[in-house]
DNA sequence: GCGACGATTCGCT
DNA sequence: GCGAATCGTCGCG
């Protein structure tokens, strides 16, 4: 298990470290509770052209500073008053790009998991951005934190992982309809095989 | 200061 | 499939 350099995450093109960051696991510790889990969904979020980022045209606020920071960081904000996403920031710093996680699949610290949600149905776990951020204990307070060091509540690990890249699904990201004809670009990737991505596409006969 | 709204989830029909 | 929950952020003036 080896920690994602702090080199890694400042990559200038969001799709590579997309496609990198998928299969890759996240861990948070504290309170004495460690959880792992494996990135199966996310959605690339690009400055400063994307309509559906929230530093769109670079707009620079108190919530969207952190994405402008170097790459390497977490970005946690509150959505619908009720439910945490967990982003990581990417780019070098001044480039605001940001990639949503949107699934993971758990692997270790599955009981607690099960106890922040209040479920024991473990698919229902982590199938979603909400989700994830419950089962892992990813609150706001985690906004800044770094993902590349040992000490960090947070930190993103390669265990060897690979998949096979016909099974990288790529298309239109969910629920930013306000985004326009920036909604159908296909920056959301998620592994076909997975049973934790959330809403996979319903194939049709 | 205030009103509108959201990168969602859950429960009920 | 639909609506409510729930509150920080943003833009306006």
Redesign the pocket.
């Known amino acids: 298990m080896q920690l994602l350099s702090r080199d890694f995450y400042q990559n200038t093109n969001p799709f590579f470290v997309g496609e990198q960051l998928i299969g890759k696991i996240i861990e948070t510790s504290f309170d004495q509770k460690v959880c792992t889990a494996r990135i199966v969904e996310l959605?690339i979020?690009k400055a400063p052209e994307d309509r559906?980022?929230?530093a769109y045209q670079n707009?620079l606020?108190?919530?969207?500073k952190i994405i402008f920071e170097k790459g390497g960081l977490a970005y946690v904000?509150?959505?619908?008053?009720?439910?945490h996403?967990f982003?990581v920031v990417s780019g070098p710093e001044g480039v605001a790009h940001?990639i949503?996680i949107r699934a993971v699949e758990p692997l270790q610290g599955i009981h607690t998991m099960k106890s922040r949600?209040g479920?024991e149905k473990e698919v229902?776990l982590t199938n979603?951005?909400?989700?994830l951020c419950q089962a892992l204990g990813i609150k706001t307070s985690f906004d800044g934190e770094t993902l590349f060091e040992r000490r960090s509540k947070i930190r993103l690990l390669d265990d060897g992982f690979k998949y096979i890249p016909d099974d990288l699904y790529k298309g239109p990201r969910?629920?930013?309809a306000?985004a326009k004809e920036d909604a159908n670009l296909p920056y959301r990737y998620y592994l076909k095989q997975n049973s934790f991505v959330?809403r996979p596409l319903i194939v049709k006969y």
């Open positions: 959605e979020y559906g980022s929230h707009k606020t108190d919530r969207t904000y509150l959505c619908y008053g009720i439910h996403m982003n940001a949503l949600r479920i229902q979603g951005p909400g989700k969910v629920g930013i306000y959330s």
